[in-house]
């Protein structure tokens, strides 16, 4: 029953960073874990990381090292900072909570709250 609203897509070159902001209704939003996913044209949608209720982070190997996930448990948001943007990384970004608030949404099937999605596209 989380509402989530996203902002922060853009077009951007490679090379570039963006951050993905994810807005949280809701006063269970710091008990629950969230996460990110991305879905390029006829692609599945797939995991890019997720934070846990405590602040324990988790990402896809494809985003290691260039992707910070954070969240304000103040201001109910939760981020996805996005550095070293590659073609690749071209999608619709996700906001998503999961249906069982203590684990975390690593596929589709365990999400019960999503995003209406922002587009990000990386030219080259």
């Known amino acids: 029953q989380v509402q989530l609203l996203e902002s922060g897509g853009g077009l951007v070159q490679a090379g570039a960073s963006l951050r993905l902001s994810c807005a949280a209704s809701g006063r269970t939003f710091s008990n629950s874990a969230m996460g990110w996913f991305r879905q390029a044209p006829d692609k599945e949608r797939e995991f890019v990381a997720a934070?846990?209720?405590?602040?324990?982070?988790y990402y896809a190997d494809s985003v290691k090292g260039r992707f910070t996930i954070s969240r304000d448990n103040a201001k109910n948001t939760v981020y996805v900072q996005m550095n070293s943007l590659k073609p690749e990384d071209t999608a619709v970004y996700y906001c998503a909570a999961p249906r069982v608030k203590i684990l975390i949404p690593r596929v589709p099937s365990m999400v019960g709250s999503w995003g209406q999605g922002t587009q990000v596209t990386v030219s080259s």
């Open positions: 934070i846990s209720w405590s602040g324990d982070t």
